[in-house]
């Protein structure tokens, strides 16, 4: 321990040995999917037709026969083998958090008193995991308490030390799903089938659309000895406690900053490990708050993407222990610095390129461009609501709305490029725009749009959704959350808005409009319709606030009310009639989320009771009584008229303690029976109501006496790691 250190820092045994990474010789081109079954891999360990049948059940989506799954099972096994691979585990996103593993040996009686290596098709396709204790919101106790777990032949095996991973979904015996992936997968077909129907009329050749996902993962690292330190952090993944240090990052010299070298040394080991893994990992920096980072990869398809996302988390957090870090994806891990979110970058393409990209060639690609555009926004706008409640949790809630990430309202920024070419169109007749000559001589006049990415430079940081080029950008979404909850919900609306429109221009042109003119006049209305949706302006502000709720957007800002949106009639109505999920799946999701929302703050409020009463009090008193024996002892030695003037500013501060001391005892004790009120109550959803309005708001008033008790209180005795001391990394 050095004196200016209250607590063993592992950091300092770490940076010699981080230092000497040495750069890798090979290419990451070369180990890039070193650990994946991919084509590569199945062109090599698998029969010529196996092969073949596997490439149209990954690109079309058809059914795997048990004779071809155990083909592909003994290929499996014989690559993952070669890599030392003893066990396998079906890998899978339950509603909780993280994600699944159970793992099975491949071993198996020979019947002659031996044991022989197996993997079979039937290992592969289906597993039944004891999954009693996973959440399914009343799902299973209604029906069968049974879980399975099915191969997703889209999201490659892969190995992880001794264990080959399987992607699966997860759900109930009766079919329903317990998890983020098969809702996702659904979501994802869904948006192909609408999608693809509408780039038809521009393109009939169109096949099949691709949902994008592109994410910009955000962390904290923090150094492991004094992370342990922190049981608040150790429980909860974020700090109740800890008053601002006095630099953090007002200088803005952390952002895009060198990197540390210990940080560059764990990022580097990361990035080859994701490399590894498939992960197509790009780009690294540091963030704005000091000691927070970001990774990105390059996009790719959304289902793989959010698979690759979850991996990378846990990735994250084993590589950082074997850096003396550890990796905080709490999105609040700090009060008063910034918080850590995960833009999700999203589009649709086609395989010959993408949809949401403009300018085009063509005036048909122009029109293809403000089409897809403008029903994107429509979906968002009639579910913005929706949308909110699908990226909200008790975590995430601490960063929305605050002065650093998008607020806690829902609009989408255009830029002016593509502001001023959609009023253009809303403004001007069919024929002033379309000339229907005949398709040869079909013009639509779109003033060219080659500046859009330049104009999209300023990129309008208080945007929860802003196009950004040839994608737009939905950064709501949490650090630390499945990115598969957002990509539903989107993925969803966009296909009912892009339904809804195909049906409007179909309706259109049976009654006698050229299909052109159709698509035209129908986008037309609909930038009409959704121009509420859209805001350039800074979010930010409190006119905003009072604006948003004029447009009738949703401006709930209580997290367990934003869950209300996912029963409401409208998103009931879109979820069945594009086959994502039923009503009972909405209602279990529902009962979860609140659920998990009241266990959260359930979670924190007892540590942080515990830690009021048992570390911060006791401390605050020893420190006390040591300032009132020093008064006794000044008067001892002074005559009374001196000792008041010595003693004065002693006496101030014994006081000063015991009012923040008196306040903190009594309002745990109001915490706890605010606990006891709200444990009570058998509604999940009015339960986590309870907490929200009750218990949450003690947590921050106790804090603030806290936070000042740390700056009176002898340092030597504060039994907590300070912010200056976590946050900047030696
Ligand atoms: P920033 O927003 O910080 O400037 P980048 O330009 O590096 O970030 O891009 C962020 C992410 O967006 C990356 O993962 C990138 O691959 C992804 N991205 C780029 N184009 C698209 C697209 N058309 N669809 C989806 N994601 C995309
Ligand atoms: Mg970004």
Known sequence: MSSTLRFQVVGEAFTKKALDVPNSKERPSEFFGKYVFNRQKMFKYLPAKVYRKMCDVIDNGTTLDLQTANEVAAGMKQWAMELGVTHCTHWFQPLTEGTAEKHDGFVEHDWKGG?????????????EPDASSFPSGGI??????????????????????????????????????????????????????????????????????????????????????????????????????????????????????????????????????????????????????????????????????????????????????????????????????????????????????????????????????????????????????????????ATNAHRLGANEAPPAIISSFLGKQLSDLLIHLEESSDDEIINLAGKQSFTLDIPQIPELMLDNTDRNRTSPFAFTGNRFEFRAVGSQANCAAAMIVLNTAVAEALADFKERVDARIAA???????????????????????????????????????????????????????????????????HVLSEAELEARSEIKWETYTKKIQIEARIFGDLCLNHIIPVATRYQSQLIDNVHKVKEIFPPSTAAKVSANNLQLIERISEHSSFITENVEKLIDARRVANKIESEREKAIAYHDTVAPLLEAIRYHVDKLELIVDNELWPLPKYREMLFIR
């Open 115 to 127: 044991m022989v290596e197996e993997f079979t098709g039937k290992e592969l396709i289906q597993q």
């Open 140 to 393: 299973r106790s209604t029906f069968e308490a049974r879980g399975y777990s099915a191969w997703d032949p889209a999201s490659p095996v892969f190995v992880i030390g001794d264990t080959l991973m399987i992607p699966t979904v997860f759900i109930s015996y009766t079919g329903e799903a317990l998890d983020y992936k098969a809702p996702l997968k659904k979501a994802l077909h869904a948006v192909d089938r609408a999608a693809t129907e509408v780039a038809r009329y521009f393109y009939p050749e169109v096949n099949k659309v691709v949902s994008n996902l592109g994410w910009e993962q955000e962390y904290f690292l923090v150094d492991e000895g004094l992370y342990a330190a922190r049981p608040d952090l150790l429980m909860t993944g974020r700090t109740l406690m800890g008053h601002d240090s006095a630099k953090n990052q007002q200088m803005d010299d952390h952002y895009f900053g060198s990197i540390p070298s210990r940080v560059a040394a764990f990022m580097k080991d990361l990035e080859i490990r994701a490399l590894e893994l498939g992960i197509p990992c790009k780009t690294r920096h540091n963030e704005v708050a000091p000691n927070q980072f970001e990774l990105a990869p390059i996009f790719e398809e959304t289902n793989l993407a959010v698979d690759h996302n979850m991996l990378m988390m846990s990735l994250m957090r084993k590589v950082a222990r074997k850096h003396g870090f550890r990796c905080l994806l709490h999105e609040k891990p700090f009060a008063g610095i910034n918080g850590s979110g995960k833009h999700n970058n999203w589009s649709l393409s086609t395989d010959t390129g993408i949809l949401l990209h403009g300018p085009g060639k063509t005036p048909i690609d122009n029109l293809r461009f403000v089409t897809f555009i403008v029903e994107t926004l429509m979906a968002v706008y009639r579910h913005n609501g929706l949308l909110k409640a699908s990226i909200i949790s």
């Open 512 to 578: 006698g409009t050229e299909k052109f003119k159709a698509i035209l006049q129908t986008v037309r209305e609909d930038i009409k319709t959704c121009k509420p949706i859209h805001f350039d302006g800074n979010g930010y502000s409190d006119e905003w606030k009072a604006e948003a709720k004029a447009r009738g957007l949703d401006v709930e800002s209580s997290a367990p009310l934003m869950l209300d949106r996912y029963l409401d009639p409208e998103t009931v109505a879109m979820f069945t009639r594009m």
